[in-house]
């Protein structure tokens, strides 16, 4: 009977446990959390966000400008622009490089960016790669920058906005007009795995999400997102790309095509848009889908 009761008990505990997660769910509605008035013409399109919780700031990257054909200058004129957690202004910098992605990886402690052509799919170039961004002690960009990964081609498609999956130190890398979804260890230079996005059961296509971005949320049972530009949604999937839900977007909310390409991002549990029409320079949206972010 005791040995019975224990079991119960252990069950039950059990249980108890996955009650958060059996019930999280994707929000039917997304919940608009930030807005980030660029308070300056992107330098050429504005491309990802990133979140540093020690600082209590975002980072939005503007990519798309390489070095210009000539020139001795091998840097990008693209820059990087500092938010409080109130979506105000505080800093620019010109880092130097072709923003792709950017990202605070908590295991190096370091704000780090993934440029253009990551996989030298479109040939070599300088300035290419994982970059840190220095910070001072108040979360300030300084302007300088360390390497920290040169090519890999595992990544694919030259254009791909790689989000990083932390506790595993693993990189997710759409590609191109497709709902495939390359992952990367940066140890190898042969993809590690590989997922396809059930867009049919999302009630999309291809050619209706954005192009080269899916966002690693680590969230349990929802660690993918992409954006629906044509339905003015954000689409859910669990890590082996199976559709969890759909959280749509205000319906007066202006998307562009260029929506499908740029200005793009996930960070502080957020899902970040770049309202182009909104403001002289355009406006970052940042929503909340899933009941799972407090």
């Known amino acids: 009977m005791r040995f019975t009761n224990i079991i119960a008990s252990a069950t039950m505990s059990l249980w108890l446990l996955h009650i958060p997660l059996a019930n999280a769910q994707v929000l039917p509605e997304a919940v608009l959390a930030i807005k980030m008035p660029l308070v300056s013409e992107p330098t050429s399109r504005p491309m990802t966000v990133a979140y540093i919780a020690q600082y209590n700031r975002y980072y939005v990257a503007d990519g798309g400008l390489g070095p210009v054909p000539g020139e001795d200058d091998t840097n990008s004129k693209s820059q990087v622009h500092v938010y409080s957690a109130d979506g105000v202004h505080l800093q620019t910098s010109s880092p130097g490089y072709n923003n792709r992605s950017l990202y605070f990886n908590p295991n190096s402690n370091q704000l780090e960016t993934i440029t253009y052509n990551i996989s030298s799919d479109a040939g070599f170039a300088p300035n290419t790669g994982i970059f840190s961004l220095d910070l001072d002690d108040k979360g300030n960009l300084l302007g300088s920058s360390k390497d920290v990964f040169a090519y890999n081609p595992a990544f694919g498609d030259a254009a791909t906005m790689p989000t990083y999956d932390t506790a595993n130190k693993l990189y997710y890398a759409k590609q191109e007009r497709s709902n495939v979804v390359r992952i990367v260890d940066l140890k190898s230079r042969e993809k590690v795995g590989e997922l396809k996005l059930d867009l049919s059961a999302a009630g999309a296509k291809p050619d209706d999400i954005s192009d080269h971005y899916v966002a690693y949320t680590g969230l349990a049972g929802e660690e993918l997102a992409v954006l629906d530009v044509d339905h003015k949604a954000i689409l859910v999937f669990d890590k082996n790309g199976q559709f ?45 889908f899933s009941d799972q972010v407090k």
């Open 244 to 288: 969890v839900g759909k959280s749509t977007l205000p319906t007066d909310l202006k998307l562009r095509a260029k929506n499908h390409y740029n200005g793009l991002g996930y960070a502080n549990g957020l899902m970040f848009v770049y309202y182009e029409t909104l403001g002289e320079f355009g406006t970052y949206y940042g929503f909340k």
